[in-house]
């Protein structure tokens, strides 16, 4: 283990999926197809939604376009360490690039998780006042939604970076897990945490818990607020709000899991953190564009055009 002077640790070392070097190139070949298909999906509805202008006109579209820019970079915190990891005997990352991946996982997850919480309001103001929705979805306010969502991701990172930065670190330094989170991190401290994880935990698993509430409670109105309505409407509003749905479950599930418990391990740790970082990124473009008719019109004008 590196040290300097003061014995403080410079270097982690990350355990990784597994030990196996058979076991570690067929997971390198596996996620690359995942990683390669995260960055062509989220990029191809960034792309389409910026070269479509009825579609960058419709908030929704451009809430859209912002949530796929998000997981595009979420994936590119994590993923490429990964795979290079898997190609050398050593998984070793320094304690400055252990802390940049916790403030961009933290920063780019809590952005995240506002974001939904404006396509919620987003779908609020489209199923239940459909007359105004344009005049109150103003574009200067889906701007303002989305530059709060930024600002509120950069204020809780920065407060997960803060608590941790100022914890000593003078051995052990092997992480249990493929890259940093502050779980782990917090646990390798050598000093007594309980104080920190309280409040890591009432950051992170509180704000996790609170929007994932307020998600599912946004979405039990509309639906029964469209409860009275045409057949035709109704099955439109329950299609929306079950994507939705869908995704909210899918990401905040893992997260809840992570950070509103104790900083114990959990042999399921691994896998949540996984599928947190590594496949719900693609599952975003999955959803939205398979079972979006508009949107998979776009992308085959997009391809017409440059294919013409």
């Not at 997850?109 to 489209?126: N, P």
Request: net charge neutral; charged share 15%; hydrophobic share 50%.
């Amino acid at each position: 283990m590196e040290k300097e002077n003061d014995s403080r640790v410079t270097e982690f070392v990350l355990l990784g999926l597994s030990s196996s070097l058979e076991l570690q190139l067929f997971l390198f070949l596996i996620f690359l197809l995942f990683y390669m298909a995260i960055v062509l999906g989220n990029l191809l509805i960034v792309v389409t939604v910026r070269a479509d202008t009825h579609l960058l006109q419709s908030p929704m579209y451009y809430f859209l376009g912002h949530l796929s820019f998000i997981d595009l970079c979420l994936s590119c915190v994590t993923v490429p360490k990964m795979l290079g990891d898997f190609l050398r005997e050593g998984k070793i990352i320094s304690f400055s690039g252990c802390l940049a991946q916790i403030y961009f996982l933290h920063f780019l997850g809590a952005s995240e998780m506002f974001l939904l919480t404006a396509m919620a309001y987003d779908r609020y103001v489209a199923i239940c006042n459909p007359l105004h929705y344009l005049t109150v979805m103003s574009r200067q306010l889906c701007f303002r939604m989305v530059f709060a969502c930024w600002c509120g991701g950069f204020v809780h990172s920065v407060t997960q970076v803060t608590l941790v930065i100022q914890l000593p670190f003078c051995g052990p330094n092997r992480l249990d897990n493929f890259y940093c989170d502050v779980p782990q991190v917090v646990k390798l401290a050598c000093t007594d945490t309980y104080v920190v994880e309280l409040l890591m935990v009432s950051n992170s698993g509180l704000l996790t818990l609170l929007c994932f509430l307020g998600l599912l409670a946004s979405y039990a109105v509309i639906l029964c607020r469209v409860h009275g309505s045409s057949s035709e409407g109704k099955s439109k509003a329950v299609s929306t709000c079950t994507t939705h749905i869908i995704v909210i479950f899918l990401m905040f599930g893992p997260g809840i899991f992570i950070y509103t418990r104790p900083f114990r391990a959990f042999p399921a740790d691994k896998v949540i953190s996984l599928f947190h970082t590594v496949i719900f990124p693609l599952l975003n473009p999955v959803i939205y564009t398979l079972r979006n008719q508009e949107v998979k019109a776009s992308v085959k004008r997009l391809f017409s055009q440059h294919l013409a």
